[in-house]
């Protein structure tokens, strides 16, 4: 099942993806379930906006894939390597990154995005997917000289605009038969099976809740394959996940 967040007729709302149409829901899913309306709503009439904005955190695995590790000139960590994205670097489909004045060089990650739908505390490996809502589609944008240089991430990671989500989220997603692949400006820098991920789903969701209670709606971004690299103001970056969907931004400068 694919559940949107949308704008229509000034309202937000969300709904449930039937074809060309939304099947509006009466409230936010994760807190109040799957009642509809009855009314349906075409897509067409619709702006999609990131499909959850997390209560807490955004919580984000680093060097997740061997080769991503090895391109960023490091060994691939033996735990789940963890940082935090501020809730206010989230934007939706078709917004843009804002490139800040700080940084010189900002670098794009696409990955796999997980959506807590319960409190998890504690979770072992084995219960995970009982907490886990759905799945949709991120990218960390990166202040890569500024990361580099403060030397912890969370500045470079955590500017505004720096986590688009979207387009939907999809709840009934099998990971081990996706493949993520980024476009730059319409060409492929980054495609891989999710399979290579070193930590598994079930693995981060209990790493992280072992850290520090997981909230619904909060979001785990699950690292990013081999291939990353600059962008500018003007290129327009394409994430997609078979059997979630394609998110697409644009870039400008602040």
């Known amino acids: 099942m694919k559940i949107a967040r949308f704008s229509h007729r000034d309202a937000i709302r969300y709904g449930i993806v039937d ?11 994760i807190f109040a379930g799957l009642e509809t309306t009855g009314q349906r709503i075409p897509l067409a009439d619709v702006a999609l ?18 080769a991503h590790a090895e391109e960023m000139g490091g060994e691939a960590p ?5 940082f935090l994205k501020p809730n206010t670097s989230v934007i939706g489909p078709g917004d843009a990154i804002v490139r800040p004045p ?10 796999l995005a997980v959506v807590i739908g319960r409190i998890a505390k504690n979770v072992a490996a084995e ?17 890569r000289d500024i990361q580099y ?24 997603f099998d990971v081990a038969a996706g493949r993520l692949t980024t476009r730059l400006n319409g060409e492929v820098r980054q495609d891989a099976p999710l399979t290579e991920m070193i930590h598994s789903v079930p693995d981060i969701v209990a790493y992280a809740s072992s850290a520090f209670t997981l909230l619904p709606g909060d979001v785990i971004l699950t690292g990013t394959p081999a291939g990353v690299g600059p962008f500018v103001a003007g290129d327009a970056l394409e994430v997609e996940v078979s059997g979630i969907g394609t998110l697409r931004v644009g870039v400008r400068d602040a």
Do not use: H, M
Request: charged share 25%.
């Open 127 to 143: 219960q995970a997917s009982e907490y886990v809502f759905g799945y949709t589609v991120a990218i960390d944008a990166t202040a």
């Open 19 to 29: 074809d060309d149409e939304l099947v509006e829901l009466s409230g936010d899913p």
């Open 149 to 172: 240089a403060d030397g912890q991430w969370t500045r470079g990671k955590g500017f505004d605009t720096f986590c688009p989500l979207g387009p939907v989220i999809e709840t009934e």
């Open 78 to 82: 033996e735990a789940p390597l963890l």
């Open 49 to 66: 906006l990131a499909p959850v904005i997390p209560r807490s955190k955004v919580v984000c695995v680093g060097k997740n894939y061997r």
């Open 102 to 111: 700080q940084s010189e060089r900002t670098e794009y990650e696409g990955e």
